[in-house]
């Protein structure tokens, strides 16, 4: 009889409500925003722009737009990586579990998942479902990991995948994922990634003098790139566009989700819909590679709101291509990084 593994894993992802009832997007809106590494303002300047102006403002708004794609089963991120946890665990001997950052499952309840499952578990393999690092996404997701690991005292120890956008594996699956699509007429293919707050690659600049500094930063060698969700986001949609043989003038790269005034990494994407269709753009495909999992990003800001102002503004097709969800090159790929790591 095989031995049982003294390690586990957990997918983490972002997150969402518990329903698309407003109450519910309320809590979850909250928990999300008052993130210290999503809204980094002061505390009690948080608390008031979150609780007394953003959240009451965005969250009915929210509501409806998360019932326009809500699924029978639930959230559509939520679902996904339920499904992506079943395809793993399905060619892995160790137990797999996914928890969210904001939201349900939390991460306690996937380590005690693990931990019911075998109490003698030596080691929890941490896999965030962020291809790249942000303060917001990849950051604060390992972040809150490690302060329940430590504030609950587990007694296994924790193994964090590093951001893998340039990881080969990653990459052929994501382009493999996305061959279908570019082997049809296409005039141009958008890489939209989720965009975060200029403000927020400068302060994560390890060196406090490259990023968004130094004359076209991304592309000039230096350690902050390691840091740099701006960088990593090129890297990927290059070498993806390299491995599909697309020309460098038929793809571009643009950021979405803009919340609030700041200015955010551009060129966004909304207005990037609007003006292709004028410099002859008409047949559109759309890859948000930031997300692992279909989301209300892509489902609805891209493959509604998005689709819409492209053909409104002359454009003829639009297609969205999927996230990775459990396409088998990106099952096989994490089970294959497991497996090395365990
Ligand atoms: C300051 C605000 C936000 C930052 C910074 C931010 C970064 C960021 N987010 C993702 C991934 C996802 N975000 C999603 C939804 C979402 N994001 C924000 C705000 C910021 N995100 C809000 C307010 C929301 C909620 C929805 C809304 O009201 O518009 C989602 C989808 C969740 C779902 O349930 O489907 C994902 C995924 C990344 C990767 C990132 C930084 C790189
Ligand atoms: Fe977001
Ligand atoms: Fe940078």
Redesign the pocket.
Known sequence: MEAKSDKGIILM?????DSTAVPDVKR??NE??MDKR??DYPYLFRLMLIKGIIVPR?AP??AE??KSIWWEEG???IALTKQLQNAVQHDLQMPVEISMRYGNPSQEDAYDKLLKQNPNLKEVILLPL?P?Y?M??YETAVEHAKAVHKKKKYPFTLNIVPPYYSEPDYINALAESMRPYVSQDFDHLLFS?????ER?IRKGDITGKHCLQVEDCCHVGSPAHEFC?RHQVFITSELVAEKLKIPREKWSVTFQ?R??REEWLKPYTAATLEELPKKGVKRLLVACP??V?D???TLE?IAVEGKHTFINSGGDSFTMIPCLNVHPLWVGAVVKWMTAMS
């Open positions: 992802n972002l997150g969402s409500p979850y809106l999300f925003l999503v809204i965005r708004k929210s737009a998360y959230s559509p991120l962020y790249h942000a917001s996404s990634y989720h965009g975060v707050p927020h969700y989700s919340l609030g930031a997300f999992s989301c209300l990003e800001e």
